[in-house]
């Protein structure tokens, strides 16, 4: 019986060990910031109700709304540099931050730390920066779309903008260890569901040929929403298709956020649901 135990626990804390592993690849290393890409930028500390210092970036625009970057779970935010500069171009201010664990930040990440870290960057930007919650445009990059729709689904925000999002950790989990019960995993980052708070306008875009987030993923995501939508379908590796299409997605995440999506407000066919792409 002793063995049985010991196993179990064996199996428990393994199963444990590689969800947090496959779940969060932080890098400490920050060899860049945007002043080395010509951009002027203040860094900003922020620290959470529940202690963790983080490291973010806040990078001025002319726009009068601003791009909250909520990054995926590898590197840190130097490793954005291209996408804030993207945004940018564009003329938005662009605020991103590390989450817990990650670049500068301190502590462990984890699905709770996660979301208290962009509900603190969240209140960073209406209290302190003072931008009215519906001129908040926010970006949310593969597990990033998950932290971002949980926050869009608590607070008000303005539009929403997903890039290879995720239905939840447990379906990912099917696919990659077929052989795991998602009742081991602690992490659920359920997307699919928690899409149901959302309120606003969503920009979906995924590749065709995302290796790591099925393109599939982000049909049912899109499928599932009732609220006004736009799917761009693009191809190329799922780290590498944004850079590839960069300019073609200037056009459309442009058209997406220069839309009226007031209730009285009258979109072009393309945003009231009409897949764009694929390229």
């Known amino acids: 019986m002793l063995y049985v135990i010991i196993g179990i626990v064996f199996i428990f804390l393994f199963v444990r060990a590689l969800e947090f592993r496959s779940l969060y690849v932080p890098y400490k290393d920050m060899p860049v910031s945007p002043s080395q890409i010509g951009l002027a930028f203040e860094d900003v500390i922020l620290v959470a109700p529940d202690g963790p210092r983080l490291s973010c970036w806040y990078v001025p625009g002319a726009q009068e709304r601003v791009v909250y970057f909520l990054h995926g779970n590898g590197g840190n ?40 870290d962009a ?19 926010l970006y949310g990059e593969s597990l990033g779309a998950a932290v971002a729709v949980e926050l869009a689904g608590r607070l008000p925000t303005g539009p929403l903008i997903l890039e290879g999002p995720f239905t939840s950790v ?24 928690k899409m149901a708070a959302v309120k606003g306008p969503v920009m979906f875009i995924h590749s065709r040929n995302d290796e790591i987030v099925p393109f599939e993923m982000g049909q049912v995501l899109y499928d599932g ?17 944004f850079a590839i299409h960069q300019e073609r997605l200037k056009d459309d995440v442009k058209r997406f956020l220069s839309e009226d999506w007031s209730p009285t407000g009258s979109p072009r066919p393309e945003a009231k649901g009409r897949p764009v792409g694929p390229f």
């Open 77 to 116: 935010i130097s490793h954005r540099l291209e996408k804030i500069r993207f945004f940018h171009d564009l003329g938005y201010p662009v605020f991103i931050l590390d989450y817990r664990g990650y670049g500068k930040s301190t502590g462990l990440p984890s699905e709770k730390g996660l979301y208290t």
């Open 119 to 137: 509900r603190t960057g969240y209140d960073y930007l209406t209290k302190i920066r003072r931008f009215a919650p519906d001129k908040i445009v």
């Open 170 to 193: 447990a379906e990912m989990g099917k696919r990659i260890y077929p052989f795991l019960s998602s009742f081991l995993l602690a992490s659920k980052y359920d997307t699919v569901h």
């Open 225 to 241: 929403y009732g609220g006004k939508k736009i799917f761009v379908a693009t191809t190329g590796g799922h780290n590498e298709h």
